[in-house]
């Protein structure tokens, strides 16, 4: 397996949360996730004041389409080319798109059609964007610093999702949508600079594994094949996506339907996302303070079945108060399991098919994770809540099972810094 980086001396490398280069590019990277937030509010009303509820529906799927079908063609490019490069172009696009959406909303007012191409283009970038911009943490710092730099990342999502429909809001309430739109284009915007004075790391792969240039085809199979046959990226990838198909759908549509179930009200659905944010959120800062688990191939196991465990029993218990519990452990357990996961593929993959490794990954959550909403819905439906939350969370427990099934997966270790003179 090759070693992606060449650590630095002790010396050299500072903690994560104290290095300048890092805080740039997480305060670039929240900039734009906040965009992002701010910019689906904006098209929603902007949707509703268009149209009827169904055309609403189409304009926020609209995006999902081209994100998923070009997200692995998104992974060659951001291989190609420097990911900082793509990262600011993609920002610069969007910054200008919404910009211009905006000056065209303050005029007139919002037509369909004109919503739909801003969400098909829109996704286009994205699919650019998000392999991109996964590819750039193994390059701002030392590869012992990579935990901590996904705890960081975690939170910035975090906060993302909780300060980016406020702000959205805030900006209609005086502006209207225009100034909602406004408003995500300057996020976009503030990015630009920052990413800008990035430093990257040289990284260097070793020859025999970096994929000769060819057409995007070949490129795009190269890096499927890199993954299928790697020890490591190969089985950490494929219990990802089992994760992702058990448990997405269960916690998000499912918890819906549990919630009217069991007659919580909206308010007892607002408890358990809270519940499962504050774990999430705990398990982010946990990473990012602690920057080192040991045995984290087990602990990724361990914390994977404890968050099916935890999604079984939460659609068992009797009362709001006590489901809030078991959402908590699920926000932490897979909080953990997540940032692990992620960690390792990042420490293992070599640098010319990190890109590629991103786009599959996060195909998986965007384009593959969001098949078992309608599924999920039906069956809750037929058979209630607690028999589908169990059959889900037995499903993504054999995530659990290929980890423990591969000796490359249970022996991973998180990088650790390495001591002045010793080599990678």
Known sequence: MATPLTALPERVTPPAYRDGNVLRWLIAYTASLVGDSVYFVALGWSAQKAAGPAEVGLV??????????????GGVVADRFDPR??????????CLLILGVAAAIASTAPALWILVVVALVFGAVDALFVPAVGALPPRINSPDQLARVTGMRSLSMRLSQIAGPPIGGLAMGFGGVAAAFTVAGLLFALSLPLLLTLRLRTAGARAEERPAPGTVRKDLVDGLRYIRRHRLIGPLVATGAVCELGLTGTLGVGMVLLNAERGWGPSGYGWIVSGFGAGAATSAALLAIAGWLPRAGLMLAGTLLVCCAGAATIALVPSLWIAVVPAAVIGLSAGVFGSLDNTLVQAAADPACL???????MLTMVGLAPLSYPLVGAAVGAWGAAPVFAGCAAFAGLGGVIVLASDAVR???????QRTGATA
């Open 60 to 73: 926020m799927a609209a995006g999902a389409l081209p994100r998923a079908l070009l997200m692995l063609g």
């Open 411 to 417: 022996r991973a270790e998180l990088p650790r810094r």
């Open 85 to 94: 490069r793509v990262v600011l172009g993609s920002d610069a696009v969007r």
């Open 355 to 361: 890109g590629r490794v991103t786009s599959v990954v």
